[in-house]
């Protein structure tokens, strides 16, 4: 097994050194914007329209404060990140699997996510797991050491931070975490209470500063409206389509699915030892609440797998030393030979996908696209003026970052006013955004050919509104490839 584990750790090593060239691309622009419009005074939801949860804005705000928005400064986050939640994953399977078995979870999940090419870099559902891993430390080492009321509190902490990032899996091993607070109380002769509460309350603890820190800036009444006006109601139903269907679109994604869900049972397969305590059951437990973190999501998005794939790692390590040390010779030879062949082709279905997203041209193409957008649109935008994109993913947004441009609205993105068109709701935003645009007279608006869940221009045709406010006061100055920008008119 170890000499599976070192080449392991030599393609993690080749992935990781090719990756140090990966531009900020994807969602990672969106959240950087987000942070720098902090940076300069606005306060999330009541200035800033989004769906995503405060605690992501904070760690890009943290790293922009520290070190800077480049790209090898967010390169270098994601990887120390890795490495941070590595350790962490480590030191939880190692009573499980000893030094092989812990060190081959951890490889596997550095590889997992090398594998996953640039625009998974510091995605929110990998930060996630770092949280994920950290509570589970905690309540495992908890239930060691009889119940210890500090490390059960160490562990809600830490799964509390994660809800401020995203609440799906961290929320239910939380409240599954809490259970095992009040069991591990009880097999010490104590009450079993405390220990829950021990864990839920300090789970709150984070949150309570965060939107704490949220409503002493004016913005948790926005919030509530945009999580019950707008992301229960519409945004939690966009986008959704069958899981089985959505697996099969990724690169390797049922392959690697099963090769993973294989070493996992086979390490169920290990009989208990006094040395799992209960690390094998809050295991079991992140991978169910991971599958329902993917399925209550419904986008099929590759990057919500991070959580499932993640305690999948964890439930595969005590496939390696601990079913060596079991049986007869003739049974430990088979386990390991099997182990290592597990192990061997998970690694390399992996390797293969790093190699494949490695230069994906998708990213390069977008790269160039952002770099043409800020090109073109300097020199169309006075010092101290206003850029409106309409766009989600494409660039339009990472060009308003490197110019260090404001929009005159508090949308980012644009595909909130093309779906469910005829509700009150979306058309209050539609009125809001012209509204916008009639009072503060941008000096550009720029328009992405494409958009989430709407491919082509044709989509302006369907917000009449907005269509003719750029006939009126706008003129086409750039036809790009893939955006237009439309130039207020003089005297507009």
């Known amino acids: 097994m170890k000499p599976t584990l070192g080449a392991s750790a030599l393609l993690a090593g080749f992935l990781a050194g090719r990756s140090l060239g990966w531009p900020l691309i994807h969602d990672a622009p969106l959240f950087h914007y987000v942070a720098w419009l902090l940076g300069q005074g606005l306060v999330p939801y009541r200035d800033i329209f989004d769906m995503n949860l405060p605690g992501v804005y904070l760690l890009h705000w943290a790293l922009l404060a520290t070190a800077g928005g480049g790209d090898l400064a967010w390169r270098l986050f ?57 509570g589970a430390c905690g309540i495992a080492r908890a239930w060691d050491r009889g119940g210890s009321r500090v490390l059960l509190l160490w562990g809600g902490a830490a799964l509390g931070a994660g809800l401020t990032v995203k609440p799906y899996a961290a929320g239910i091993f939380w409240l599954g975490s809490a259970a095992a607070g009040a069991v591990a109380a009880r097999r010490a002769g104590r009450a079993g209470l405390p220990g829950a509460v021990a864990v839920l309350g300090a789970g709150l603890a984070a949150p309570a500063l965060v939107f704490g820190w949220i409503a002493w800036r004016g913005g948790l009444g926005a919030f ?23 697996l099969g679109g990724h690169a390797h994604g049922w392959t690697l699915l099963a090769l993973l869900g294989a070493l996992a049972l086979w390490g169920l397969l290990v009989p208990t030892a006094p040395a ?34 993640f305690f999948l790692c964890a439930l595969a390590a005590p496939a390696g030393e601990a079913v060596v040390a079991a049986g007869a010779p003739r049974a ?63 660039g339009g947004i990472h060009a308003l970052l490197r110019l260090e441009l404001r929009q005159p609205t508090r949308f980012l993105y644009d595909f909130h006013f093309f779906h469910n068109e005829t509700n009150p709701r979306i058309q209050a935003l539609r009125a ?32 009449p509104e907005l269509s003719d406010l750029l006939a009126r006061d706008y003129a086409l100055a750039v036809q790009g490839d893939d955006y237009r920008i439309y130039a207020k008119r003089s005297g507009s």
């Open 276 to 309: 799992f305590g209960i690390r094998r059951r809050l295991a079991a437990l992140g991978v169910v609440a991971g599958a329902l973190h993917f399925a209550l999501q419904g986008k099929g998005w590759e990057y919500h797998l991070y959580p499932l794939a």
């Open 332 to 394: 430990r030879e088979l386990a390991r030979a099997a182990a290592i062949v597990l192990f061997a082709a998970t690694a390399m279905v992996l390797g293969a996908k790093g190699v494949e997203a490695m230069d994906a041209r998708w990213i390069d193409a977008k790269a160039r696209r952002v770099a043409a957008i800020a090109r073109d649109l300097g020199p169309l935008v006075p010092a101290g003026d206003t850029v409106q994109v309409l766009d989600v993913t494409e």
């Open 78 to 134: 994601d990887l120390g990140w890795l490495a941070a939640t590595a350790i962490l994953l480590y030191a939880f399977c190692r009573p499980l699997g000893g030094v092989v078995g812990a060190a081959g979870a951890s490889l596997l999940f550095v590889l997992y996510h090398l594998a996953g090419g640039a625009w998974h870099l510091g995605q929110r559902d990998f930060l996630l797991c770092f949280f994920l891993a950290a």
């Open 224 to 246: 509530r409206d945009t999580l019950v006006g707008y992301v229960i109601p519409f945004y939690s139903r966009l986008g959704q389509e069958p899981l089985w269907t959505a």
């Open 432 to 463: 809001e955004l012209v509204r916008g645009l009639e009072r503060s007279r941008p000096a550009a608006v720029v328009v992405l050919r494409d958009s989430w869940l709407e491919r082509g221009y044709d989509r302006l045709a369907r917000f």
